[in-house]
């Protein structure tokens, strides 16, 4: 989690939640420990999801809660800043190509639906106390702190019995909680992002953001975000490549010309 601490706590304050069908044991998969695994996790969150009142948003609950949302798009991510890059990405571009990320995906470890909702719910307490980043010198404690009244605090704007709100927030704790497929598939994403646009800002902006790959290094846990950061990782060697042959080439002639 990268964008500049802004704490803007707001006095401001989708459909109900999906349904999964049951397999049953004659269909293909049933003894697959992957696909048991996510059948699993698909019941617990059905358990959880039927339990929502079907109530939606009022108007006002649900402009209120898209306004807040504004603060992701204004707010630059922490990282960039501290880094010098010129125009650094909002949180809501960031987590857009989360999004999109899990869109294209495929797996038969994962439900990539869940990955989508995943992946545009787990920075959204940002809208309200900012991108707190390591170098805040803020504890994990206080951080998730902080960013648990805040899910409260949007879970009541959207109304306490509505379960877009309470859906919301159980997502943002299943993310934390980083233990489903689907949680560990998107903190994946995460990390993912966060290096391809580092690579995108180095080659843009001849700077050296090697310290996002430093800290991505062998943290990935699934073979899709180890496959996709082995690919960054060739990509950005591959430039780097190129623009040192062209310094060196360059280097040479004005040698030569002396």
Known sequence: MLAAPQSTISNIAVDGPPTFARRSPAEPGHHNPAVRRRQVTK????SVASSMAETQPSPAQAIDFLT????????KRTGWIRKGVTGPESVADHMYRMGLMAFISSSNSVDSNRCIKLAIV?????????????????????????ETEAMHKIRDMLGTDSA?????????????DGKSPEALMVKDFDKLEMILQAQEYEAE???????????????????????????????????????HAKTNH???????QT
């Open 43 to 46: 019941f617990r969150y059905l």
């Open 68 to 75: 807040l949302l504004h603060n992701l798009k204004k707010t």
């Open 122 to 146: 787990h920075d959204v307490a940002e809208a309200i106390v900012g991108d707190i980043a390591p170098s805040d010198n803020v504890t994990k404690e206080v951080k998730n702190q902080l």
């Open 164 to 176: 877009a709100g309470q859906e919301i927030e159980a997502l943002w704790q299943e993310y934390e």
């Open 205 to 243: 902006q001849d700077i050296d953001l090697q310290d996002f790959f430093d800290s991505t290094k062998g943290r990935f846990t699934t073979p899709l975000g180890q496959s996709w950061a082995k690919e960054i990782v060739k990509r950005r060697a591959d430039k780097q490549d190129v623009a």
């Open 250 to 256: 360059g280097s040479s002639k004005i040698a030569a």
